[in-house]
């Protein structure tokens, strides 16, 4: 679970910016 919300995060985060 931690390994896919890291990964959620950082795709998140590199379209968001």
Known sequence: M???L???GFTA???DS
């Open 6 to 8: 890291s990964v959620a």
């Open 13 to 15: 985060g590199q379209t």
């Open 2 to 4: 931690e390994v896919m």
